[in-house]
């Protein structure tokens, strides 16, 4: 069997809502997208940041989880340091209620392609994730997960197929995006209590 890692790219985040601290809110999506990712089946899973933020995923991890520093919060640097890998895939960590099977669906165009993308749900800018069977092909671009595109990432490909498109989700980066936050769908608890003690009466 494939050995795979799913890596939480915790890179940075330019909203909060009003009330929440930009710091706490970064630090409980990312509590919740590595909890998510704990429980996956089938895959090892993993935490990548830039050296200025060593502390904050050491805060988040669980023990034995193995903590990446690159040099840029880029899927194509987290790709470089992976060792021992067959298949990786690196996600946001803006996204605490994504369901665990769209991870799985990222993955599973890897047996037959060299490159899968999870686009932004809604046609918004940038991606969900990227996966790739490592080493990961020289002519994937240095991908922005902010701002890069399905099409992007298919630009220097051999054949427009070696890039599979995969099952989106939305990321939380404005009002607009908060506004779908299901309270009865499972999990993203810290970002839940995070919100909760924001819209407390005073």
């Not at 769209?102 to 991606?127: C, D, H, W, Y």
Request: hydrophobic letters at 50%.
């Amino acid at each position: 069997m494939a050995r795979r890692v799913v890596v939480a790219l915790l890179g940075p985040v330019h909203w909060s809502p009003p009330g929440v601290d930009l710091a706490q809110w970064r630090a409980a999506l990312a509590e919740d997208v590595i909890d998510l990712f704990a429980t996956l089946n089938e895959v090892e899973v993993a935490v990548a940041v830039t050296p200025a933020d060593r502390a904050l995923a050491d805060a988040l991890v669980w023990p034995g989880t193995a903590v990446y520093e690159v040099a840029e919060p880029t899927p194509n640097a987290v790709f470089a340091a992976l060792e021992g890998y067959d298949q990786a895939a690196v996600l946001v960590s803006d996204v605490p209620d994504l369901p665990a099977l769209t991870v799985g669906k990222l993955l599973r165009p890897l047996t037959s392609r060299p490159v899968a993308v999870a686009p932004v749900e809604g046609g918004g800018p940038g991606l969900l994730g990227v996966a790739v069977r490592l080493p990961a092909p020289d002519w994937l671009p240095t991908l922005e997960l902010d701002t890069a595109t399905p099409a992007e990432a298919r630009a220097n490909a051999p054949r427009p197929g070696d890039v599979a498109v995969t099952t989106g989700w939305r990321r939380l980066r404005g009002p607009a995006d908060l506004a779908t936050l299901d309270p009865a769908f499972e999990g993203w608890e810290a970002t839940r209590a995070l919100l909760s003690g924001a819209r407390r009466p005073t």
